[in-house]
């Protein structure tokens, strides 16, 4: 029973800062690569930024310099730090587990993040 539970969303002010947690249950976690990914009003799901379970991070143009991921394998958790938000940051933003080699793709239900103008 995979679960990936995502927590920190909220309504921020442009500038502002918020950091995102998942926990994970149910998978080998440090085995899987693992991914924020977003949605925002109108828009495709695009990732916004990865921690490979080899160490690798990567990061979607348009948050670079401004989030951070981390992962905490000895807590299943991986984080985002967001900071200078801007209102384009609104979307739902949800957790990913993937591990190809296996078949593994799961998804949290997402945390929602409004930043005001």
């Known amino acids: 029973q995979v679960q990936l539970v995502e927590s920190g969303g909220g309504l921020v002010q442009a500038g502002g800062s918020l950091r995102l947690s998942c926990v994970a249950s149910?998978?080998?976690?440090?085995?899987?690569?693992m991914g924020w990914y977003r949605q925002g009003p109108g828009k495709q799901r695009e990732l916004v930024a990865a921690?490979?379970?080899?160490?690798?991070?990567n990061y979607a143009h348009s948050v670079k310099g401004r989030f951070t991921i981390s992962r905490d394998n000895a807590k299943n958790t991986v984080s985002l730090q967001m900071n200078s938000l801007e209102p384009e940051d609104t979307a739902v933003y949800y957790c990913n587990a993937y591990r190809p080699v296996v078949l593994g793709d799961f998804w949290g239900q997402g945390t929602r993040v409004t930043v005001s103008s």
């Open positions: 149910g998978i080998i976690f440090s085995a899987y690569t």
């Open positions: 921690f490979t379970n080899g160490g690798l991070t």
